[in-house]
């Protein structure tokens, strides 16, 4: 049985086998989360992001891929790509759902134990956070996994932290 915490922090900070990046289809950094794990984990992170895009042409919205940790606690960083809200008419939610599962099927199939996840999308993507926190609960509620023992949420901010904790 998986055991679900939450917490309010710095995903950065996590001592984790797998930290997830809400990060963007280049895989070149950005703002939010993206940029902060970039910055924090160094350039080991975005020479792993240049291969990566260079041999498929970056990650697309709901899709994750696999890098080192570089100076981050954590083994790994899994990046996922979350949907630009426009409304909620364009499959924002499978999408989203996409995110957590394509990340916990990556860390899962390469044996990892505990992974972090930061609030996808809720960013500058605008999702709303009450609907991407039910997305998120419910996508890990349906993941069976072998491996995978933990999955903790990682709240920036005192709103998604509420949410989560209502709904967890």
């Known amino acids: 049985m998986i055991k679900v915490r939450l917490i309010q922090g710095d995903i950065t900070k996590q001592e984790v086998d797998v930290i997830v990046n ?15 794990i970039h910055r924090a984990g160094g350039a080991a992170i ?8 260079n041999k498929q042409g970056g990650c697309k919205t709901g899709e994750a891929v696999m890098t080192t940790a570089g100076n981050l606690p954590a083994k790994k960083v899994i990046h996922t ?3 630009v809200w426009n409304g909620g008419g ?3 939610k499978h999408l989203l759902s996409s995110c957590y599962l394509n990340a916990l099927k990556l860390a899962d199939e390469n044996e990892y134990e505990s992974v972090a996840f930061p609030n996808i999308s809720t960013g500058i993507y605008r999702f ?13 509620k349906s993941f069976a996994p072998q491996h995978i023992k933990t999955i903790t949420f990682v709240c920036f901010d005192d709103d998604n932290f509420k949410i989560y904790e209502a709904l967890i």
């Open 81 to 83: 790509v979350g949907p």
């Open 46 to 53: 975005l020479e792993e992001c240049r291969k990566i895009r």
């Open 128 to 140: 709303p956070k009450e609907e991407a926190a039910k997305v998120a609960v419910e996508a890990v």
């Open 22 to 36: 809400a990060a963007n289809s280049s895989l070149l950094g950005g703002g939010g989360v993206d940029g902060a």
């Open 90 to 92: 364009k499959d924002e």
